[in-house]
């Protein structure tokens, strides 16, 4: 399909693949030396809609103290249970590939999956996810809450550019979801 939408994950993680400390902490993110916003805003006005896991909408509500960050965005939060939508927010429950087709061919910007990696498991596994920018920080975390999850996936990417900000090195890969790796 020519014209679709590109579902683009868009997340930070340690040198060695984590996304968080087991107790969801990203302390060790914010010692990092970045620049500006480091790319965040160039990036953020390139999507209209925002996809989460619940897990991750829970952290958001806990951290940023009632400020939902997404609030001009169209925002959808998969979880595995049934939720009240609410003014930021449509939760989902149902068929992520129906519901990433129809959304894909729906008129807009990119959309953002923000997080988290069960959900991003889900989106690698029906193969849904067109690019990844991954930032990396220059920390080794040693253990937490992976990027990936041990599986078989055997997904190939196209590297499409290398940014760098301060500390932090920005990958952008394109994924190749018409060739997997035997």
């Known amino acids: ?20 400390r087991n107790d969801e902490s990203l302390d060790w993110l914010f ?3 970045g620049e500006g916003d480091n ?12 996809l989460m896991g619940r897990k991750t909408y829970d952290w958001i509500i806990l951290h940023e103290k009632g400020n939902f960050p997404y609030i001009n965005k169209e925002c959808y939060v998969f979880s595995r249970t049934a ?26 910007k990119a959309i953002w999956l923000v997080g988290g990696g069960e959900l991003l498991h ?3 596994k029906e193969k849904l996810l067109d690019e990844i920018i991954i930032t990396l ?6 253990k937490g809450i ?11 990417l ?7 900000f301060n500390q932090f090195a920005e990958l952008h890969y394109k994924v190749n979801n018409n060739q997997r790796m035997k």
């Open 122 to 124: 889900s989106f690698l």
């Open 31 to 33: 010692k990092v030396e």
């Open 1 to 20: 399909m020519e014209n679709q939408r590109s579902l683009v994950l868009y997340i930070a993680a340690s040198l060695d693949g984590y996304i968080a």
């Open 39 to 50: 790319g965040y805003k160039s990036f953020y006005d390139t999507v209209d809609t925002i």
């Open 158 to 164: 196209t590297l499409k550019d290398i940014r760098r």
């Open 146 to 156: 992976p990027l990936f999850k041990e599986d078989e996936l055997g997904i190939e």
């Open 83 to 108: 939720m009240e939508n609410n003014e930021n927010v449509t939760f989902f429950n149902g068929d992520i590939a129906e519901f990433m087709h129809e959304l894909k061919t729906k008129a807009g």
């Open 137 to 142: 920080a220059p920390v080794v975390i040693g």
